[in-house]
Nanobody, 118 residues
Framework: QVQLVESGGGLVQPGGSLRLSCAAS????????MGWYRQAPGNERELVAT???????TYADSVKGRFTISRDSAKNTVYLQMRSLKPEDTAVYYC????????????WGQGTQVTVSS
């Protein structure tokens, strides 16, 4: 059974930092591209960042230079370090695991709330 469990969300003031974690089980971690997505009320879910098994990272333009995605294969965990947070970063953040070969598969976590407010 595949499980992705996010943690680390919460309330933070503008300009503050948070680190999200996503612990994966039930998958061969290194074979999956891991990603963080977010969804604000009334908006569609959007890509924040992804990282391949080879540690190639990509970012949405809105978070470049402020967020850093990383992964620890020994712990089957992917992280999202968020700095210089803005109110518009407020959303539920979701972890995703995806592979395309030999068979497409993707899995989502349950989400963790991040609120940026003074």
């Amino acid at each position: 059974q595949v499980q992705l469990v996010e943690s680390g969300g919460g309330l933070v003031q503008p300009g503050g930092s948070l680190r999200l974690s996503c612990a994966a089980s039930g998958i061969i971690f290194n074979r999956y591209t891991m990603g963080w997505y977010r969804q604000a009320p009334g908006n569609e879910r959007e890509l924040v960042a992804t990282i391949t098994g080879g540690d190639t990272a990509t970012y949405a333009d809105s978070v470049k230079g402020r967020f850093t995605i990383s992964r620890d294969s020994a712990k089957n965990t992917v992280y999202l370090q968020m700095r210089s947070l803005k109110p518009e970063d407020t959303a539920v953040y979701y972890c995703k695991a995806e592979r395309r070969f030999p068979v497409f598969a993707n899995y989502w976590g349950q989400g963790t709330q991040v609120t940026v407010s003074s």
